[in-house]
C-alpha cells in the first residue's frame, strides 16, 4: 500500500513576517493556526492532532502541550520534534501516516519563534572545545562546506549569486516578503564577507513570525468540502553526521537519500519536477539539495543555475515567494506554504502548468533533511 | 557570553587536552577494530567497543577546508579578525578543528600541512602550517 496522494493540505496560515515585539512564540503559533484553521475553513475543535518545531531561540519542555492550551484544546496526538529546520516537513508526513493509521483525522503543523525582537544568541554559540581556535556560530559550519565545494568543483561565486538573485527577485514581487529591494551580480558580488567565503546575500534572513497548515485524508477533505486540497504524493528523511569537520564527504549529505525517497513515492523523476522550493538558509545549502536530489550531477550546479534557469520562467522555479534569504527566515515553513500556492495557482510569482513541487527542509548545519513532494 | 574560552576537560576529551599539556597531539585507536577517530568520544564509532588506547599523531596533515571570520562571534577574538579555523585531516585519519599559521589568501584546499603547538587563552592547542612555505 502506498500513501501517496491519501492525504491533502487542506489549509495554510501565517502571521506577518519581521518584527514582532513583546508577542510569545505561543501566540504566534496561535495566530497562525486560527488563520490556517480559517483557510481550511475547520473548527478548532476537530483537530486532534498538533505537532508544533519547537522555537529555535526559546526551546521548552512540553512546548506542545502550551500551544494546545492556549487554543483551548485537547487533541489525541501532540508532540514537538527536535529535527532542526526539517522538522515541519516531517511533521507533516507524520500527520499523513498517524491518519492513515486510524489514529486521527485531522492535524495540524506549526512553528513560530522570535529570535529578532527576543534572543538571537543560540546562532552565535560556541561550538563546544573548538571555541578555543575561535570557532563558533551556525553561519560558519556552512561557510566551511561552501569552501570544501568551491576547492572541489571550482565553484565560482556567481553559482552562489544565481541563487541569491532567484530568491530576492522572487520576493521583490512578494507583497509580504522581509526583503524587496532587487539584487544584482554586481550588487551580490560586491558586499563584504561576514565568514569568507559567505558575503551577505547568501545569508539567511532572522526573523519572527509563524506559520501552519492542517492536514486530513483527502476523503475528509471532499467531506467537508474544503476548496482547494493540495494531495501530498511523497516524502523523504536522511540524517547526516554531526560534526561538519568529521564528515568524509563535506560536500553532499542524506539530502540524496531524502529527495531520491521522496521522488520515489510520488512516482517521479527530477525531470518531471515542475518547480521546487528548496531551504535556502544558506546559498551553499540550496546548491548542494539541487545537486543531492540529482537535478544536475554533483558539482556541476554552477552550470546549472546560470542563465535564470531558477527564475520563474526558468527551466527550474525556484523559492518563488523568495525562500529564507528574502521572504522571511522562518525555518521551512514558508516554503510548505508556497508549494500549496503553487498547486493551488494563486503564486505571486505562479508557474504556468505547475502540477507538482518539490519542497526540502534541512536543519543544523545540513545534518537533518526532509523531503515534501504535493501535487493537484 | 562569558569573554573566557576553555576546554571541557570532564568527558573523554580530558586525556586529549592532557596530552597537549605535556606536547603531544593525540587520537583515539581502537584496540577491538583499530579504527582511529577524534573527537574522543566512549566509544568506537566503527565498532562500538569501549576498548579505545591514545596514539600521539605523526604531525603530518592534509587542509579539507577553512573559513576566515571577518566579524567576531566572541569579544576574546575581536582583535585576531580576520582569522582562519580550518578542518584538518591527519595522515593517520582523524579529522579535527584547528587554524593555519599562514595568510589566508595562501590557502589551498588539499594542500599538505604539518603540525605546529600553539597557544589559545593558555591552553596549548595543534596548529598547523604549511609544509611547503607560501607567501
Ligand atoms: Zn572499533
Redesign the interface.
Given at each position: 500500500m502506498t500513501l501517496s496522494g491519501t492525504c491533502v493540505i487542506a489549509g495554510i496560515g501565517a502571521t506577518a513576517f519581521g518584527k514582532h515585539p513583546g508577542r510569545s512564540s505561543v501566540s504566534l503559533n496561535v495566530e497562525a493556526i486560527r488563520a490556517a484553521l480559517s483557510d481550511a475553513r475547520v473548527d478548532k475543535d476537530r483537530v486532534d492532532a498538533l505537532f508544533v518545531k519547537p522555537p529555535t531561540s526559546d526551546f521548552q519542555m512540553l512546548y506542545t502541550v502550551k500551544v494546545a492550551s492556549a487554543l483551548g484544546i485537547q487533541p489525541r496526538m501532540g508532540g514537538a520534534w527536535d529535527q532542526g529546520g526539517a522538522a515541519n516537513a516531517t511533521l507533516i508526513s507524520i500527520a499523513c501516516m498517524a491518519i492513515e493509521a486510524g489514529q486521527i483525522d485531522i492535524a495540524v503543523v506549526s512553528f513560530a519563534d522570535n529570535p529578532r525582537t527576543g534572543n538571537a544568541?543560540v546562532y552565535?554559540r560556541?561550538?563546544?572545545?573548538?571555541?578555543?581556535?575561535?570557532?563558533?556560530?551556525t553561519l560558519?559550519g556552512y561557510?566551511?562546506?561552501m569552501?570544501?565545494h568551491?576547492?572541489?568543483f571550482r565553484t565560482p561565486p556567481e553559482a552562489f549569486g544565481a541563487i541569491a538573485m532567484a530568491a530576492r527577485n522572487h520576493g521583490v514581487r512578494n507583497p509580504k516578503a522581509q526583503v524587496r529591494n532587487p539584487l544584482n551580480m554586481d550588487d551580490y558580488l560586491a558586499a563584504?564577507?561576514?565568514?569568507?567565503?559567505?558575503r551577505r546575500d547568501d545569508c539567511t534572513l532572522i526573523s519572527d513570525g509563524g506559520g501552519a497548515v492542517v492536514i486530513m485524508s483527502a476523503k475528509k477533505a471532499a467531506e467537508l468540502g474544503v476548496d482547494a486540497p493540495v494531495p501530498i504524493l511523497g516524502w523523504g528523511y536522511g540524517q547526516t553526521f554531526y560534526?561538519?569537520?568529521?564528515r568524509r564527504d563535506?560536500t553532499s549529505t542524506m539530502a540524496q537519500t531524502s529527495g531520491a525517497t521522496a521522488l520515489k513515492m510520488a512516482g517521479l523523476t527530477p525531470q518531471d519536477v515542475d518547480c521546487v522550493q528548496i531551504y535556502d538558509c544558506f546559498t551553499i545549502a540550496a546548491l548542494m539539495t539541487l545537486e543531492d536530489y540529482g537535478f544536475c550531477q554533483k558539482g556541476q550546479a554552477a552550470d546549472f543555475v546560470k542563465d535564470g534557469a531558477l527564475m520563474q520562467d526558468g527551466a527550474l522555479p525556484f523559492n518563488t515567494s523568495g525562500g529564507l534569504l528574502s521572504e522571511t527566515g522562518m525555518p521551512g515553513m514558508q516554503l510548505i506554504h508556497e508549494g500549496v500556492r503553487q498547486m493551488r495557482g494563486t503564486s505571486v510569482n505562479q508557474v504556468k502548468g505547475a502540477g507538482n513541487v518539490v519542497i526540502s527542509n534541512q536543519g543544523g548545519v545540513m545534518q537533518t533533511h526532509s523531503t515534501l513532494v504535493l501535487g493537484q | 557570553m562569558s569573554a573566557e574560552v576553555k576546554p571541557d576537560r570532564t568527558g573523554p576529551a580530558g586525556a586529549f587536552w592532557s596530552a597537549l599539556d605535556g606536547g603531544r597531539l593525540e587520537f583515539q585507536r581502537c584496540r577491538a577494530c583499530g579504527a582511529a577517530q577524534l573527537p574522543a568520544r566512549e566509544e568506537c564509532t566503527a565498532c562500538l567497543s569501549p576498548d579505545l588506547a591514545w596514539e600521539a599523531a605523526q604531525g603530518g596533515a592534509t587542509l579539507i577546508s577553512w573559513v576566515v571570520y571577518h566579524r567576531p562571534y566572541h569579544e576574546a577574538f575581536k582583535d585576531r579578525i580576520p582569522y582562519n579555523v580550518a578542518v584538518v585531516e591527519l595522515d593517520e585519519g582523524p579529522r579535527l578543528i584547528s587554524n593555519i599559521l599562514a595568510p589566508n589568501d595562501s590557502l589551498r584546499i588539499d594542500m599538505p600541512l604539518r603540525l605546529e603547538l600553539g597557544e589559545s587563552f593558555g591552553q596549548t592547542i595543534p596548529q598547523f602550517r604549511p609544509r611547503v612555505p607560501t607567501g
Open positions: 544568541a552565535a560556541p561550538r563546544g572545545d573548538d571555541s578555543l581556535y575561535g570557532w563558533f556560530g560558519p561557510a566551511m562546506i569552501q570544501r568551491i576547492g572541489e563584504d564577507p561576514l565568514v569568507a567565503p559567505l560534526e561538519v569537520a568529521y563535506m | -
